[in-house]
């Protein structure tokens, strides 16, 4: 699995610099790549290339607490949030105590996941991150099944999708950071929830 991983972060290209709000995967300077950082705004899910995320029906991540998350963990809620991201990523970084904060404030039916891409490798650093910003939820490590396939087609971090209790894709992804995080998040998980015939009870 390390092997995998290692190889995906070599072939797509570590995350190196900031581009305004968010951090590529890979190398790439084009229009599209600005926009989808810039806003940090939900978007549909392509990623500017015509690919579409899977859904996380099967799946394991071991926690960064030693535990395991996996699909059977998704049917807690009505649905779950989660911020794909990387140790490399400025801008993932400085959102984390927002999302804290998000969290905390979240309804009984939506959890909050964070997915760090390469804790496989950066372990510590990853640990040594979530420490400094206080965030205290349920962070994993990139995992199998599907969710690999996911983390394979994610380009730009950080990058947050929405889940149902099934584990089927929900609702509009976030991708990059924004000033007004909260007030992304709270529309993206309101829709939602009100798409999926939920009670959508988080306001900001």
């Known amino acids: 699995m390390k092997k995998k991983i290692a190889t995906m972060m070599f072939v797509l290209g570590l995350c190196v610099s900031t581009v305004l709000g968010g951090c590529g995967k890979k190398d790439a300077d084009s ?3 600005s926009a989808n950082t810039e806003s940090g705004d939900s978007a549909d899910d392509s990623q500017g290339d015509g690919s579409t995320f899977s859904n996380l029906n099967t799946f394991s991540c071991e926690t960064m607490d030693g535990g395991m998350f996996t699909q059977d963990d998704f049917a807690n809620k009505d649905l779950t949030v989660m911020n794909f991201w990387m140790t490399t990523c400025a801008p993932c970084v400085q959102e984390m105590p927002k999302l804290e904060e998000i969290r905390g404030t979240l309804p009984d039916n939506v959890q909050m996941v964070l997915v760090c891409l390469d804790a496989d490798t950066e372990e510590e650093a990853a640990k040594e991150i979530i420490g400094r910003t206080g965030y ?10 599907d969710m690999e396939k996911v983390n394979s087609q994610i380009l730009y971090v950080p990058t947050t999708l929405l889940f149902d209790a099934e584990g089927n894709r929900v609702g509009s ?3 990059g950071s924004s000033p007004d995080l909260e ?6 998980i309101n829709t939602a929830l009100s798409e999926m015939d939920k009670e959508a009870e988080w306001k900001k």
């Open 173 to 175: 992804t976030i991708v």
């Open 183 to 188: 007030g992304v998040y709270t529309e993206a």
């Open 31 to 33: 229009s599209a790549e």
């Open 136 to 145: 205290t939820g349920l962070v994993t490590k990139s995992g199998d099944g």
